[in-house]
Structures are given as structure tokens and as C-alpha cells.
């Protein structure tokens, strides 16, 4: 097996955790990422330690922040040649409506604009492989529907409602991203998943439930980040490692273009 390049956001808790460590053991270079530096850190050796892998890197970036993902970007472009898995695994469910410096609210803006923006920049690495592939983890929880108008909780904020929408621009984008890259005739493929119903701490905070192990929760990422079943499959929502219908509204190609234009303005970002 060909050992990738691997950046993982979110990887030094819960399913990015057991991602991280599962790619590790299969002797992938893995870059952890988080916003704790001396806890990251330490996680990398433990990882090092338990797995026998050596590869394994931690960068620290808020995601919440673009200059911090600005920064993330040229520490990794100055350390690495190419990047053959983009995984976006990072995400928040907030009780709270939180407004950033930035002016964007923070469910939005972590779990769509980071996405959006982080990939944007790396997107040069990743064309550097011979095979690169985006993953966005999305949910099962993704609305039906998005008011455009209310992005950014303009004219009401729910956290379930804030938590859904979000989790359908993981799709839109997804889909956006793959007509995009088949248009340029690019090898790189464009996937989102829904990972399950897991025992996370953004599950407990939003739904106050347990779920299924980190260990099922990490499959389906592992399976879209390695396998040479979905080496030319692009442009798919996966559950259980096999491709699903997302929300009828997400197949929609005026919202996907709609959202990107947004996401680009919003994030001074075109690409």
C-alpha cells in the first residue's frame, strides 16, 4: 500500500483521535491537528509510542480564526511536498450563538468556512499527489432546506437548526467541489460521510445521548482516506462506506453555486 500524506483536523479528541491512530498504525504520515498546542504535542508522542509510527506531526490552528489557517497553511507548504488527503473532520455543535471577531457565527464559521477556506489553500498540495482526495465529514443531521438569508443567524439561531445547515454545506460544497475538479479534468476526488451515531463530546453537548464506538465512528474516514475502491469515486455522500442519498435539496446545483459565491465573499477567497 502506498503511504500518504494525511492531514486530519480535529484529531486530538474523539473520531479524529481514532482516525489519526488507525492511518498511523498503517504507516501513513500523519499530520494531527488541534488548538492546544502542549496537549497536541503530547498526543503525538503517545501516538508514536503506541503505533511504532514515527511520521506523525501536530500543527496547531483555530479554525475559527483565517489568519490562524493562513499560518497553518505556510507551516505546511514550507514542511511538506504534497498532501494526499485533505480531511476535514473538525467540528462544533454550540448551545450558545457566539459571534466571532470576524463577524461570522462560530457554528457556521467552523464547521463550513474552515472547510471551505482550509481547502482553498491547500488545494496546491493536493494537487501535488498523484491521487489526492477531500473528505469533509458531514451528518446525518444535515437540513432538508437553507435560507440564505440567515447564514449567519441574521434573522433567528437555533443550535440544532445552526448544527443542521451547516452540516448541509458540507454537502453542497462537497458536490460543488467535485463538478469543479471534474471540469478541470483533475485526478483529485471530493467525498463527504456521515460518520454515525458516536459517543462524542459534540454528541453528549447537543443531543445529550451515547452513541456507538469511536472506533465505528472512524471507518467510514479511513475507508474514503485509503481504500482503492473509491481511488476514482468523487462527488459522493458515504455512510457505512457506501455512497447514500443526502437531502433531495443538496443535489440542487444553483444552491451549491450559491453557497460558494457566498463562502468566497465572506472569506476573500475565490478558487
Not at 104 to 120: D, R
Request: charged share 20%; with cysteine; hydrophobic share 35%.
Amino acid at each position: 500500500m502506498e503511504k500518504k500524506v494525511i492531514l486530519i483536523t480535529g484529531s486530538t479528541d474523539g473520531i479524529g483521535k481514532e482516525i489519526a491512530y488507525e492511518l498511523a498504525q498503517k504507516g501513513h504520515e500523519i499530520i494531527v491537528h488541534g488548538k492546544r498546542e502542549k496537549f497536541g504535542q503530547q498526543l503525538v508522542e503517545q501516538l508514536k509510542q503506541e503505533t511504532g509510527n514515527q511520521n506523525i506531526h501536530y500543527y496547531n490552528a483555530d479554525l475559527s480564526d483565517y489568519n490562524d489557517m493562513r499560518q497553518l497553511s505556510n507551516r505546511l507548504k514550507n514542511n511538506f511536498s504534497k498532501l494526499d488527503v485533505l480531511l476535514h473532520n473538525a467540528g462544533v455543535f454550540m448551545t450558545e450563538k457566539i459571534v466571532l471577531p470576524n463577524g461570522l457565527e462560530k457554528t457556521f464559521m467552523v464547521n463550513h468556512m474552515a472547510v471551505f477556506y482550509l481547502t482553498g489553500l491547500l488545494m496546491d498540495l493536493v494537487k501535488k499527489s498523484s491521487q489526492g482526495r477531500i473528505i469533509v465529514t458531514s451528518s446525518m443531521a444535515h437540513s432538508s432546506s437553507i435560507d440564505f438569508n440567515n447564514l449567519n443567524g441574521e434573522k433567528y439561531w437555533d443550535p440544532y437548526q445552526a448544527y443542521a445547515v451547516s452540516k448541509l454545506a458540507n454537502i453542497l460544497f462537497t458536490y460543488k467541489l467535485d463538478r469543479k475538479l471534474k471540469t478541470e479534468n483533475s485526478s483529485i476526488t471530493a467525498n463527504c460521510l456521515h460518520p454515525g451515531v458516536i459517543s462524542t463530546k459534540l454528541l453528549h453537548a447537543g443531543w445529550g445521548i451515547g452513541g456507538a464506538t469511536l472506533k465505528e465512528g472512524a471507518a467510514t474516514s479511513v475507508y474514503l482516506a485509503t481504500s482503492d475502491e473509491v481511488k476514482n469515486v468523487s462527488g459522493k455522500y458515504f455512510v457505512n462506506k457506501k455512497p447514500q442519498k443526502s437531502a433531495a435539496f443538496s443535489y440542487d446545483q444553483k444552491a451549491q453555486d450559491k453557497l460558494w459565491q457566498i463562502s468566497s465573499e465572506w472569506s476573500g477567497l475565490s478558487y
